[in-house]
């Protein structure tokens, strides 16, 4: 009796991992300190608040969280619109629409990060 020929080995499937969620970070952090996840949730609500007191305009507009990263947030100013240009792929003109003013919030990994990284 003849074998079948063998059939080509299955093309293992790139499986993409999905980020944690808050829910299970908060479960991973109170096993490791073995303290309850309600005290583990009132922390990261704590360090939420100290962030957003330290980045609003009373506070210094910088925060950095030791070993991870430094937020920052700059004022973008408002910009006029009503200028007419022209589109340089298309070559159509075109009217510009006025942008508000805004914050903006940006969170840069300290060196740190980047070393245990590489």
Do not use: W
């Not at 973008?76 to 919030?105: F, H, S, W």
């Amino acid at each position: 009796m003849a074998k079948a020929p063998a059939k080509p080995a299955a093309k293992k499937a790139a499986v993409a991992k999905k980020a944690m969620t808050k829910s299970a970070f908060v479960a991973h952090l109170a096993a490791k300190a073995e303290i309850t996840k309600k005290q583990v949730d009132a922390v990261l609500d704590e360090i939420i608040e100290v962030i957003k007191t330290e980045v609003s305009a009373k506070g210094s507009g910088k925060f950095v969280f030791p070993n991870l990263c430094r937020v920052t947030v700059t004022r973008k100013d408002a910009v006029k619109g009503g200028e007419k240009k022209i589109n340089r792929l298309t070559g159509a003109e075109y009217v510009t629409k006025p942008k508000p003013a805004y914050n903006q919030v940006k969170l840069r990994p300290v060196k740190a990060l980047k070393d245990a990284l590489k």
